[in-house]
């Protein structure tokens, strides 16, 4: 239901794709250091989805964008499918979250870090 780049092949018909978000997560990652100098770069590990009550809410919003969808068509609106993996409206929660984790697992955050580097002498 996103598209992947600008070079996808409807670029030039236009696109129309629902954006679903998950603005309160659950899941946390982690950020620690690579060395002590520091320049160096950090290592982070965002965890996405690795809470388990994050799919909840992102199931629901599917299921919404799905039965929007399924409106559309059946009002004359000529949607052409761009990605075939798109589940079923009614389909199981396994499904579902599976194409939840696929390829269209991003963030929309602004990372903030807000931490003590190295050690306090």
């Not at 929007?68 to 579902?96: F, K």
Request: no cysteine; aromatic share 8%.
């Amino acid at each position: 239901m996103t598209y992947d780049s600008p070079e996808h092949p409807a670029k030039s018909r236009g696109i129309f794709s629902f954006l679903n978000v998950l603005l309160h997560s659950k899941s946390r990652g982690t950020v620690r250091l690579h060395s002590s100098d520091p320049s160096d770069s950090l290592i982070t590990d965002p965890k996405y989805l690795s809470n388990p009550n994050d799919y909840a809410p992102l199931r629901s919003s599917l299921e919404l964008t799905l039965r929007i969808r399924e409106n559309m068509v059946e009002q004359g609106y000529p949607l052409i499918e761009l990605d075939l993996d798109i589940p079923e409206p009614g389909e199981d929660d396994a499904s579902l979250d599976r194409f939840i984790s696929g390829k269209r697992n991003r963030t929309t955050y602004h990372y903030f870090l807000d931490m003590s580097n190295g050690s306090r002498q």
